[in-house]
């Protein structure tokens, strides 16, 4: 009976709070059940939805590894940690803006230097351990900071940037203890966020503990990586540093792909769950997963290994651009390891490769054919107050504008029609997925006299589109050029989606 009296009290004096609260200003109970305005008319976010910097990181699409350290010398793949520094001598002094240079006429957008393996050597003097580039003896080494040079020379071609740094540490006898992330590697990190605020990411392997040098003590070590790390406060010391920066594998702001061969799921979804092992999922992701978690798929230019060796040869610039249609065609940006030899440069069979490849890459996607197109567009979405969400949105190269259909027409066409045919052989689309991934369903259909439609790709999962998917309209990766096909008109029928669906851009070559 107390508690009865007690809530009937407590109730009347909210009403007679409520109702002075009008009497005085009667516009509060009107802002209490008013919709927030949208005089814009946006379509409504599907969450998960990309951070700014995640935004940023996944227009970056195609970009480097530079393998290159202690490996490159004593001709392994991942040293023990107890190598001298004298091993590290390059014949020549290292030279990252050539790294840079060669792969910028790839069509690449920037890169990630490797200044710290597993082995624990570290290619800038940094003052959290003796085992760095200063003392090497080698007279190419001298006065050398790969760090600070691939940093100038990025910001000086304008290309983005940033650093891999193994939190496994092979060499350091603190390692497995608290001392060891608080003193070493942290610090480490911190470092080189300094090189530059403008970095774009920063790669953690996931290569966590086994057997080491450790200072001498020559054993196995174990640790829990979900843990040890820290990783909360890795991310917060290093986003004040460089805000744009995403922390990859450890630092669980993009999910690696799943494999090591250059290849993403067809289905390819953006969303993922914490703890699901990549080797299992990374490849496409889940639908209805909780964190925008986009996949980074890394892969090697060159076999067999990651680091240069005397073995060391280029992919042929076809295979290339099969790998690049399987990754950035499917939703996935893609790291391609490039290694510089001893001299501290890239071969000359890699930097040859590489302009055949920038050469087909920019030949086979040069005229955008939808621009020339009349686009229809079954439904479109009412303007807002200054933005429009018009079908041309798709075709003005601009990212942060966008067609969208009205609210809850899941099921849409787009075509795009020419007054004379066109050979076609690919069609990119590309979500607003700022807004979120919403297309669960589509399909590509073409016609030569205006009337009958034919199905294209017929190999191909038209499934999931995401930020980027490249359609080859013969249905093969491996062989996807050919001699394309005479169409009067393509059309993007989007069959199914979480919501109504929001595109920002359709392109055809």
Same mark, same amino acid.
């Given at each position: 009976?107390n508690?009865?009296?007690?809530?009937?009290v407590l109730?009347?004096l909210?009403?007679?709070?409520?109702?002075?609260?009008f009497a005085?200003?009667?516009?509060?109970?009107?802002?209490?059940?008013?919709?927030?305005?949208?005089?814009e008319n946006e379509p409504?976010?599907?969450?998960?939805?990309?951070?700014d910097? *995640?935004?940023?990181?996944? +227009?970056t699409?195609f970009? #480097?590894?530079?393998?290159?350290g202690?490996? =490159?010398?004593v001709?392994?793949?991942?040293?023990? $940690?107890?190598?001298?520094?004298?091993?590290?001598?390059?014949t020549?002094?290292?030279d990252?803006r050539?790294?840079?240079? #060669?792969?910028?006429? #790839?069509?690449?957008k920037g890169?990630i230097?490797?200044?710290?393996?597993?082995?624990?050597?570290c290619?800038w003097?940094?003052?959290?351990t003796?085992?760095n580039?200063?003392?090497?003896?080698?007279?190419n080494? *001298?006065g050398?900071n790969?760090?600070?040079?691939f940093?100038?020379?990025?910001?000086?071609?304008?290309?983005?940037y940033?650093?891999?740094?193994? !939190?496994?540490?092979r060499n350091?006898? +603190?390692y497995?203890?608290?001392?060891?992330?608080?003193?070493?590697?942290l610090?480490?990190?911190a470092e080189?966020a300094?090189?530059?605020?403008?970095?774009?990411?920063?790669?953690?392997?996931?290569?966590?503990g086994g057997?080491?040098?450790?200072?001498g003590?020559?054993?196995?070590?174990h640790i829990?990586?979900?843990t040890?790390?820290d990783?909360p %406060?890795?991310?917060?010391?290093i986003?004040?540093?460089?805000?744009?920066?995403?922390?990859?594998?450890?630092?669980?702001?993009?999910?690696?792909i799943?494999?090591e061969?250059?290849?993403a799921?067809? @289905?390819n979804?953006?969303?993922?769950?914490?703890g699901?092992?990549?080797?299992?999922?990374?490849?496409y992701?889940t639908?209805?997963?909780?964190?925008w978690?986009?996949?980074?798929?890394?892969?090697?230019?060159?076999?067999? $290994?990651w680091?240069?060796?005397?073995?060391?040869?280029?992919?042929t610039?076809?295979?290339?651009?099969?790998?690049?249609?399987?990754?950035?065609?499917?939703?996935s940006?893609?790291i391609?390891?490039?290694? !510089?030899?001893?001299?501290?440069?890239l071969p000359q069979?890699q930097?040859s490769?590489?302009k055949?490849?920038?050469?087909?890459?920019?030949?086979r996607?040069?005229?955008?054919?939808?621009?020339?197109? =009349?686009?229809e567009?079954?439904s479109?979405?009412?303007h807002?107050?200054?933005?429009?969400?018009?079908a041309?949105n798709?075709i003005d190269?601009n990212?942060?504008?966008?067609?969208?259909?009205?609210?809850d027409?899941?099921?849409?066409?787009?075509?795009?029609?020419w007054? %004379?045919?066109?050979?076609?052989?690919?069609?990119t689309?590309?979500?607003?997925?700022?807004?979120?991934?919403?297309?669960k369903?589509?399909?590509?259909?073409y016609?030569?006299?205006g009337?009958?439609?034919?199905p294209?790709?017929?190999k191909?999962k038209?499934?999931?589109i995401?930020?980027?998917?490249?359609?080859?309209?013969n249905g093969? @990766? #491996?062989?996807?050029y050919?001699?394309?096909?005479?169409?009067?008109a393509?059309?993007i029928?989007?069959?199914?989606?979480?919501?109504?669906?929001?595109m920002?851009?359709?392109?055809?070559?």
């Amino acid at each position: 009976m107390n508690n009865r009296f007690l809530h009937g009290v407590l109730t009347a004096l909210a009403l007679t709070a409520t109702a002075t609260s009008f009497a005085q200003n009667p516009t509060v109970m009107t802002l209490q059940t008013q919709v927030a305005p949208n005089p814009e008319n946006e379509p409504r976010p599907v969450f998960p939805v990309p951070s700014d910097r *995640q935004w940023q990181w996944q +227009q970056t699409e195609f970009y #480097a590894f530079f393998h290159y350290g202690m490996n =490159t010398y004593v001709n392994e793949e991942w040293g023990k $940690g107890n190598e001298s520094p004298n091993s590290f001598a390059p014949t020549e002094k290292p030279d990252p803006r050539q790294w840079l240079e #060669a792969v910028q006429a #790839a069509g690449m957008k920037g890169g990630i230097a490797v200044v710290k393996h597993h082995d624990g050597f570290c290619l800038w003097p940094t003052a959290s351990t003796d085992y760095n580039i200063s003392h090497s003896s080698s007279p190419n080494a *001298q006065g050398v900071n790969i760090a600070e040079l691939f940093a100038k020379a990025a910001q000086e071609l304008h290309m983005k940037y940033g650093f891999y740094v193994s !939190p496994w540490d092979r060499n350091n006898g +603190q390692y497995g203890t608290d001392s060891y992330v608080k003193d070493v590697f942290l610090k480490q990190c911190a470092e080189l966020a300094k090189y530059g605020s403008d970095q774009f990411e920063m790669w953690f392997d996931g290569a966590n503990g086994g057997d080491g040098y450790y200072g001498g003590k020559n054993t196995t070590i174990h640790i829990d990586r979900s843990t040890y790390y820290d990783v909360p %406060n890795l991310r917060d010391s290093i986003h004040k540093l460089s805000p744009n920066i995403i922390l990859w594998g450890v630092g669980g702001e993009a999910r690696w792909i799943g494999n090591e061969d250059g290849w993403a799921g067809e @289905t390819n979804w953006c969303n993922e769950n914490r703890g699901v092992a990549p080797e299992r999922n990374g490849m496409y992701g889940t639908e209805n997963g909780w964190f925008w978690l986009p996949g980074e798929s890394d892969a090697k230019f060159t076999n067999p $290994g990651w680091f240069w060796s005397q073995k060391s040869k280029p992919m042929t610039a076809e295979r290339t651009f099969q790998m690049y249609l399987e990754t950035v065609g499917r939703n996935s940006t893609l790291i391609l390891n490039c290694p !510089p030899d001893r001299s501290g440069k890239l071969p000359q069979d890699q930097v040859s490769r590489l302009k055949e490849f920038g050469k087909m890459l920019k030949s086979r996607f040069q005229t955008n054919l939808a621009k020339s197109a =009349t686009i229809e567009a079954s439904s479109t979405r009412a303007h807002g107050a200054t933005r429009s969400y018009a079908a041309n949105n798709l075709i003005d190269e601009n990212p942060d504008t966008y067609w969208a259909a009205e609210d809850d027409v899941k099921d849409v066409t787009l075509t795009l029609k020419w007054n %004379n045919p066109q050979t076609v052989r690919y069609v990119t689309l590309q979500e607003y997925v700022r807004l979120g991934q919403r297309v669960k369903s589509f399909s590509v259909e073409y016609t030569t006299d205006g009337s009958t439609w034919k199905p294209l790709a017929n190999k191909v999962k038209q499934t999931t589109i995401g930020y980027k998917r490249i359609i080859p309209l013969n249905g093969s @990766t #491996a062989n996807s050029y050919g001699s394309g096909y005479e169409a009067r008109a393509i059309r993007i029928h989007i069959k199914d989606a979480k919501a109504c669906p929001v595109m920002s851009e359709i392109a055809i070559y």
